[in-house]
């Protein structure tokens, strides 16, 4: 069953998925940036689908050391070309290669190769040079999607595999490689990789999304009590918040089939986002906790009283801010935390939910 809830086109993104699909059939490499939850990997899987590319995905959040890295890789690889063909073409190159095609756990075929002792280094290069290989076999363009890219460092301490990396992107020529930031790092800017970046969508954008999706559902927004515009108010433009709070909507007034839609009141938004923001509580509570003082400080500082300056003098007296270096510091790492906007959209919190929660705490 469709969920209505998730869009099953690009809202307004029709500008950056021609910017994306041309890239693809230029075998380029690119770097999408935007903050969390703005719509990254869904403009990337559009635009592959849209160009017959196939697409491996890769979270390197996840991956805490080199091995899991691999197995994700691996995983990536095998889930891509996975026909009976395919995967024949995979088990002939494995046989010169530490590992093996297995299908011991179940109808699907899974590389696998034994602990390698210290020995990660001969399958990174092994796996990393397959895409193009198997690219150029079956005459096909191939995206691999690096999420969070500079997690890699976390346990690449120095720098080893990331730099290899770096070379296969500028070397390969079947594979474009898709490199998914919060914001770009002065190397992608140094190599000249295109950059794309996914700004909120405005409310006259999504306005009508959200509206023909509620009545799919049954619903409708009372037009006398503004409960969409502060809907929209809520969601600030951010398509996952959007789609969250949309989906909770629709839970709490448990719509059923009528011949009239039911009507979403304003209370009933403002209510359905306390409820939302609550359930969110402890996932927020530890994010602050995680925080250094000084950007706690900081985006506390931002939900409750935003500002297009926070570097104002006025403003750091106000709030009791560090100074100088410390808090340019501050905001410079909530920014490539995903937590607030940069000046170009004057330092904001860019995730409508922890900003209304952490204005119902602070207040």
């Known amino acids: 069953m469709i969920n209505p809830f998730v869009p099953q086109s690009l809202i307004c993104r029709e500008g950056e998925l021609e910017q994306v699909c041309s890239l693809l059939r230029q075998d380029s490499d690119f770097v999408v940036i935007g903050v969390p939850g703005i719509g990254r990997r869904t403009l990337i899987r559009n635009a592959a689908r849209q160009e017959k590319s196939r697409c491996l995905e890769i979270d390197l959040l996840r991956c805490r050391n080199a091995g899991q890295f691999l197995r994700f890789l691996a995983d990536g690889i095998m889930d891509a070309f996975s026909e009976p063909g395919e995967i024949a073409q995979i088990q002939q190159w494995s046989l010169n290669q530490p590992l093996s095609v297995d299908r011991t756990l179940g109808s699907e075929a899974r590389l696998a190769w034994p602990k390698p002792l210290g020995k990660e280094w001969p399958l990174f290069e092994g796996l990393l040079a397959l895409p193009q290989s198997l690219a150029e076999w079956f005459d096909c363009q191939v995206v691999i999607m690096f999420h969070n890219f500079p997690h890699i460092r976390s346990w690449d301490r120095q720098g080893k595999w990331e730099s290899h990396l770096r070379q296969e992107i500028e070397r390969q020529s079947r594979v474009s490689y898709a490199l998914i930031a919060t914001v770009a790092e002065p190397w992608m800017m140094a190599s000249r990789l295109p950059v794309i970046g996914l700004t909120p969508l405005s409310d006259r954008d999504l306005q009508p999304w959200i509206i023909r999706t509620m009545a799919t559902a049954g619903?409708?927004?009372?037009?006398?009590?503004?409960?969409?515009?502060?809907?929209?108010?809520?969601?600030?433009?951010?398509?996952?918040?959007?789609?969250?709070?949309?989906?909770?909507?629709?839970?709490?007034?448990?719509?059923?089939?009528?011949?009239?839609?039911?009507?979403?009141?304003?209370?009933?938004?403002?209510?359905?986002?306390?409820?939302?923001?609550?359930?969110?509580?402890?996932?927020?509570?530890?994010?602050?906790?995680?925080?250094?003082?000084?950007?706690?400080?900081?985006?506390e500082s931002l939900a409750l009283d935003p500002t297009d300056s926070p570097q104002a003098s006025a403003y750091i007296k106000k709030h009791q801010l560090s100074r100088g270096g410390g808090l340019q510091g501050a905001l410079t790492s909530l920014e490539q935390k995903g937590l607030i906007y940069g000046p170009q959209f004057g330092y904001r919190i860019a995730l409508p939910l922890l900003d209304f929660w952490l204005r119902q705490r602070l207040r």
């Open 219 to 299: 619903l409708k927004f009372d037009p006398e009590s503004q409960a969409l515009e502060l809907f929209l108010s809520y969601v600030q433009g951010h398509m996952k918040d959007a789609i969250t709070l949309a989906q909770r909507l629709w839970q709490s007034c448990n719509a059923i089939a009528s011949p009239a839609p039911e009507l979403i009141q304003a209370h009933q938004v403002h209510s359905t986002m306390l409820a939302l923001v609550q359930d969110m509580a402890v996932v927020f509570e530890a994010l602050l906790l995680l925080l250094p003082p000084t950007q706690a400080r900081v985006l």
